[in-house]
């Protein structure tokens, strides 16, 4: 799917826990998310932190779309 | 390094009272010979039998093939390190019974190991059908754990070869190749306008029955180190690797290294093979690592224009290839990559477990998943008991008339990745 | 013993009717061999005969795929032939659909064997090389005299219930599949041919090309994502509780577009997800796990970006075919393009 | 360091370096790429040896004890290797030569080890953990 969007010329970030499928898939901004069951969540947290943790990877998600790059590039969650 | 190697054609092998060579036959004692072997006490008993092309015969669990040479002339003896003491070899004269091959057969563990046939369909697929096999059958001793068994085998194996090839010694040999493996510079100055081409070769090198030996050396504890390939001829490079019979390397396919052989076929004319680099295939991801950054530090050291590389060994060798390839890519040189492919039964699957966009040059030794059914024999040398279990063998795979069916990674040598074989696979 | 029978296949241009003017005629069948089906029955010297010829329009066979499949099925069958062939269509992508198409419903229908023979970028070969032998030809009928003798040659073999070689071997157009073969020279001096052509600048052909490394290069960066309005996607299957569009768990027959028009979070009391290739519980106790739509509002809020799209996109990654979620995304990219979205934030499990 | 494995000997060898897993080898490489997802880094190939996943029904896989940051080529490895599981021919073991696999596991997992050790004058496998820890 991410190749087509990225085809038809909308910049597009793939947030997803298998990064290596990610490239396989030909993504080109990616950014890693937390595990299978929970991408962007972590249910061993409590409710807020794990909102500020997914307001983490969101961010970088807006900061790989706003980055320039030439390959495929991997945005590690800081 | 210039080495001279001396070729006596044996297309015979028969027993007799003493060893000799007379004409092109290979008459080889079995008392005197049973003498050298016994002298490891891990031996309880051993038993021969000869295998000529042609013949219905099956020879199998095999562990490793070795063909006879002797050093004549120059530093060092045969498989330094290991059965001669510690020198350089690769210089002077090296005379080889050419057609002779020395096959040790024994079981180890109860799994893996190869086949070969000496005529019939499964005989096409491995070289050594097309040789004068003495085979050795090695009982160890009760009690003799495996790491010991496997030792004890391989060491039957290079005592038999040497013990064969020191019948060589005082004949005329009836031709002879001269390889020469100048130092680097010289080789330069002589061919300064053809491409250099360096030639990266794989070790398996992972634990009990996954390793191979450099003068004497463990290659899991080395690290990627130049070695002039007329070292090589000499039986530098010695197999324990017992697993995955299609696309180990024996012994013998050591020392006749294919690629070397075809690299210095065009040596001077076409380009100018100037560097050997061994490197291994450890478990540990760390020296994967390590092994190959320091491969391609060696080819870009020495600026080299083409390189290639040949793998050995099924799985997590694909990463080191593809690590090797992906760095000495890196480095502008071009390279070409030696293989084989796990494609499944139908070769739908993926060929294999890794891969990289540098790797745009390869040749396959063959999809080691195809399945092949084999005849009845008349004579098994070995025993037929692990073919349901060896690699690439399956339970129930014996029909009521005999035949059997396995996947070509049973077969020894079927799927060479050094290219010994002319199998292929599109 | 007496010739093996054959029917061939091929449009009304081979067929002597006409060019584009004629495509449209629909399929008729002719007694023995017309145009092509002369080369071809050269090739056989006697050991199999072209009993029939179907001659189809390419227009009308594209525009009516199913019932001419089942006309000329028809007309195939009557013939009683041992074996199909169809073409050779070379370039002419009209007439390579039907020639695929034709050859993979008669094997299917009729259990005989078939080949054809087409240009490899022909969007047919593509199509059905996996299910059927197509002979790889050049791009024109320049290429017949070639096509004809490699097309007979393949037919032949199976005719005759011999082993099929490898697609380098027999020149067909690769199956997706690994097939083994002796070489002439072996792997060592292949590979120093190979290094020396790759050395010398010269074409070479690798033995296994590397899985897909299909890429497309990367849009530039949103200039002001303050200001953008980005859309959400995912293949983790969120979709709003009760599943209307019923998504399949696994190998989804498509995707679903939902209004999150005000829609400020995913709460367990709205949203679920239809996949099935992991534990749900996690997903259903909270889908802004999987489709972070809560902070996404908030940045929204503060600004960090223009707007959000409000419609999402959802279909399962699990199992779902690779042709099915291109043309998914192939299919709402269009509507993301025409309402100006300039970002998409994609989210997998 | 950690082992996780579905061996034995292992388990007997490095005590409670070894995560035991009752399973399949595939449990093994499953639960192995689960604690990757988690910030573990491999250590050592999924597909050590060239005993084929179909082959042996004994896996053992070493994994750094600490998290880190999560480590992509750890699970590109560990994916191919759960493909590799998953689409090469499958076929039943035979059980009793199930002690040869898990010596040979054993030994491969053992020079995983020992270049984790190199430095340190470790050549045989004692039980009991303290020393692999990192």
Known sequence: MVKEIERAGIPVVHICTITPISLTVGANRIVPAVAIPYPLGDPALSKDEEKQQRRKIVKTALKALSTEVSDQTVFDVE | ?426 | MSAFRIVHYINQFFGQIGGEEMAHIPPEYREGKVGPGLALEANFKGEAVIVGTVVCGDSYFNENMEEAKETILAMVEKAKPDLFIAGPAFNAGRYGVACGAMAAYVKEKLNIPVVTGMYIENPGADMYKTDIYIISTRNSAAGMRDAAKKMAALALKMLKNEKIGASSEEDYIPQGKRVNLFEKLRGSERAVNMLLQKLQGKPFTTEYPMPDFDRVPPNPPVADIQRAKIALVTSGGIVPKGNPDHIESSNASKYGRYDIHGVMNLTSDTYETAHGGYDPSYANADADRVVPLDVLRDFEMEGKIGSIYEYFFSTVGNGTAVKSAKAYAEDFSKELIKENVQAVILTST | MLIVSNNPMVEAAFGDSCVFIDGRALDVLIYVRDMLHKGHKLLSHPLAGSVKPYESPIRSVCVSKDKGAYDMQSILLMENAIDRYKTLPQRNFIENHNEDFQLIDLSLIQSAVESRFQDRDYLTTQSGGAMYET
């Open chain 2, 1 to 426: 390094m210039k080495l001279e190697l001396g070729y006596i054609p044996i297309t015979n092998i028969e027993f007799a009272e003493r060893s000799y060579v007379e004409g092109s036959t290979l008459y080889v004692s079995k008392e005197e010979l049973s003498d050298v072997l016994l002298q490891d006490e891990n031996i309880s008993s051993v038993s021969f039998a000869i295998a000529l092309p042609g013949d219905k015969t099956r020879i199998t669990p095999v562990k490793d093939v070795i063909e006879p040479r002797v050093k004549v002339e120059g530093k060092g003896g045969m498989f330094p390190g290991v059965l001669s003491k510690v020198d350089i070899v690769g210089s002077g004269r090296t005379h080889v019974l050419k057609g002779a091959a020395v096959v040790t057969t024994g079981k180890i563990v109860g799994f893996q190991e190869g086949i070969i046939d000496m005529s019939g369909p499964g005989a096409e697929y491995t070289p050594f059908s097309k040789t004068c096999n003495l085979v050795l059958v090695i009982t160890p001793k009760e009690g003799v754990v495996q790491h010991e068994h496997e030792h004890t085998v391989r060491m039957a194996g290079l005592r038999a070869a040497a013990y064969l090839g020191e019948l060589a010694r005082e004949l005329e040999p009836e031709t002879i190749e001269t390889y020469e493996f100048l130092p680097l510079l010289e080789s330069i100055e002589r061919y300064p306008d053809l491409p250099r081409v360096g030639y990266v070769k794989m070790l398996q090198s992972q634990g009990l029955l996954h390793d191979t030996y450099v003068y004497g050396v463990d290659a899991k504890r080395t690290l990627p180190t130049l070695i002039s390939p007329t070292e090589v001829m000499d039986g530098a490079i010695i197999s324990g690797n017992c697993v995955s019979a299609c696309d180990k390397n024996p012994t013998y396919v050591h020392q006749n290294n294919p690629i070397v052989h075809d690299l210095f076929k065009r040596h001077g004319k076409d380009l100018n093979f100037c560097a050997m680099i061994i490197t291994n295939e450890n478990v540990y991801l760390a020296d994967k690592i390590r092994s190959s950054d320091r491969t391609a530090e060696i080819c870009g050291y020495l600026k080299l224009d083409g390189v290639i590389i040949s793998e050995e060994g099924f799985g997590n060798p694909d990463t080191d290839l593809m690590m090797n390839c992906r760095k000495i890519s890196d480095k502008g040189i071009k390279t070409v990559v030696i293989t084989d492919e796990y494609a499944g039964r139908d070769g739908s699957s993926q060929s294999l477990a890794d891969a990289d966009p540098s790797c745009d040059a390869l040749v396959t030794g063959g999809n080691a998943n195809e399945v092949i059914t084999l005849p009845k024999m008349d004579k098994v040398i070995g025993t037929e008991a692990y073919v349901g279990i060896i690699a690439g063998g399956w339970d129930k795979n014996k029909a009521e008339d005999g035949t059997i069916q396995v996947e070509l990674q049973a077969i020894t040598g079927a799927t060479s990745e050094v290219g010994f074989g002319y199998l292929s696979a599109r």
